[in-house]
């Protein structure tokens, strides 16, 4: 079987035998960040025509059709009309925050991509605290969106960066909590411990209702903090034109595009692990020759394909519902979600401790 | 009791929204039902819909009669002026003056493809075409003539 540990301990083993550990550190960190560089445009490239295509569908249209069989590499000649345009900066701009911010946000969602596992054995970083590491690190790019809504000098970036803040600030907690009663399920932060914990089954489907509910307060919380729609408050465009990003163009918009949908992958993939088992196959219980048979499908395309069918269920939502008001939203926020993953948290304790769960 | 009504709000929100998402998934696990024309490919197979708005024409029958009579209710109806009513007075065999269309002149330059001139219309003498291929070289040839030359009011509409 294939499988991508046998390919790491490969190449690591052969770079220590061929050069001095030094060296073979620093080649590991230039494969893994062309590794890393590689992924992002391919998820790019992949997740905008994926959005255009499931928009189109939805809304009973055939969407981008022309470039490509299938209108398949519309992103491709996206990406290439970007490249060309030139990269504007205002005069009226804080020329150095202003250049700086988009990369800031793609630095962030780079960072959060350490700890993730993408298949059985392989990671970038296997840290003992991978899922704080992960909330720490995300919500850090705020601060490169309010760097851009400041610096831009227009009053519709920096009321779309106000939103912004105040929306992560609060569905930072509801994702929070609705993490921490899965840790309290596994008892540990390390994301390969949660992974091997499901392995006789997701969590989502062993821990009963309570998982359920934390699964729906989860997706809807990190909807809101990837600034989609429908609570695409930063950059509303019939209200902001564009929001935070309204006065970048060219290469530097095409970053903020990128990290948004990137920073959609990784709360997926954050999600994908945590209730739906990450690599691990689908397994149930004790039936050891079902099991078997799904250890035959690759780990990584189990990661992917989880991770995959969450980003679908978030652009089903954008293109579902209408988007909130400030207050609805904060509303939803404080009243709801919030209240409703404390309670969930204590009912999950209490099936940790009881040990209710299958 | 509260804690009965924030449950009713939560299940209510949750329901409504789960309805919503049926909706959008049903368009998109049935492709089939895809409403696009791919315009310029299916030019010979254009299947518009039944109240398209083109242009706006005048329907003759085969003894080249309409059904204008020249009442001016669509020129007051239009927003932009893009109709224009020239009238005439025939002579009827009585010898009375009756009143009748010489020119129907629409400018279909300035035409929004309302369809309120047709509303307005009190003998349906006016309505709107499927026809939208409107590109000409010269501006002139938007200006039309509707009603065809030597064109009578059919019997019997007042």
């Known amino acids: 079987m294939f499988s991508l540990e046998s390919l790491t301990t490969l190449v690591q083993d052969w770079l220590n035998k061929t050069f001095p550990p030094a060296i073979a550190l620093l080649f590991e960190f230039v494969i893994v960040g062309v590794l890393a560089i590689a992924l992002f445009a391919a998820l790019g490239l992949v997740l905008v025509i994926m959005e255009r295509k499931v928009a189109a569908w939805i809304q009973i249209r055939l969407g981008p059709n022309r470039v490509g069989p299938k209108g398949m590499f519309q992103s491709a000649a996206d990406t290439v009309k970007l490249i060309m345009k030139e990269g504007l900066t205002p005069d009226g701009a804080d020329k150095f925050l202003f250049n700086l911010a988009p990369f800031i946000v793609m630095m962030v969602a780079m960072l959060v991509l350490a700890p993730i596992g993408f298949a059985k054995g392989f990671h970038i970083w296997d840290i003992n605290i991978g899922v704080l590491y992960v909330s720490a690190i995300s919500s850090v790019s705020v601060i490169g969106i309010l760097m851009a809504g400041w610096s831009s000098n227009n009053k519709y970036s920096l009321l779309g960066a106000m939103r912004s803040g105040a929306q992560m600030v609060s569905y930072e907690l509801s994702v929070g909590l609705s993490v921490l009663s899965i840790i309290v399920l596994t008892g540990s932060l390390n994301i390969n411990d949660i992974v091997l914990s499901q392995q006789n089954g997701w969590w989502l489907f062993k821990a009963h209702i309570p998982a359920i509910i934390s699964f729906v307060i989860f997706i809807i919380a990190v909807t809101a903090e990837t600034n989609r729609a429908p609570f695409d408050l930063s950059e509303a465009e019939s209200e902001l034109t564009a929001g935070f990003h309204t006065e970048y163009s060219g290469m530097k918009f095409a970053l903020f595009f990128l990290a948004e949908y990137i920073n959609i992958f990784i709360v997926c993939a954050i999600g994908a692990t945590l209730f739906l088992g990450g690599w691990m196959p689908f397994h149930i219980g004790n039936w050891e020759s079902f099991n078997h048979v799904m250890d035959y499908i690759p780990t990584f395309l189990w990661f992917f394909g989880k991770t995959f069918f969450l980003i679908f269920l978030i652009m089903w939502f954008r293109w579902t519902f209408p988007r909130l008001r400030v207050d609805q939203l904060l509303n939803l926020e404080w009243k709801y979600l919030l209240p409703i993953s404390m309670v969930n948290l204590i009912m999950m304790t209490l099936v940790a401790i009881k040990g209710w769960h299958f | ?158």
């Not at chain 2, 049935?30 to 409403?35: A, P, Q, R, V, Y």
């Open chain 2, 1 to 158: 009791m509260f804690i009965v009504d924030y449950l009713k709000e939560v299940y209510g929100a949750v329901k409504s929204l789960l309805v919503g998402m049926n909706r959008t998934g049903y368009y998109f696990t049935h492709h089939k039902e895809i409403i696009t024309q791919q315009y310029p490919d299916n030019r010979e197979e254009l299947n518009l819909p039944e109240r398209f708005r083109g242009e706006v024409v005048m329907a003759h029958d085969e003894n080249n009669e309409h059904a204008c009579t020249g009442c001016s209710a669509c020129e007051l109806a239009c927003p932009n002026g893009t109709i224009k009513i020239i009238n005439k007075f025939d002579i009827s065999p009585e010898g009375k003056k009756k009143k009748a269309i010489d020119t129907f002149v629409y400018h279909l330059e300035l035409c929004t493809m309302c369809g309120l001139c047709v509303e307005a219309c009190p003998t349906n003498a006016i309505n709107m075409a499927n026809t939208f291929e409107h590109s000409v070289f010269n501006r002139g040839l938007l200006t039309k003539r509707l009603n065809n030359p030597d064109s009578k009011l059919k019997a019997g509409v007042e």
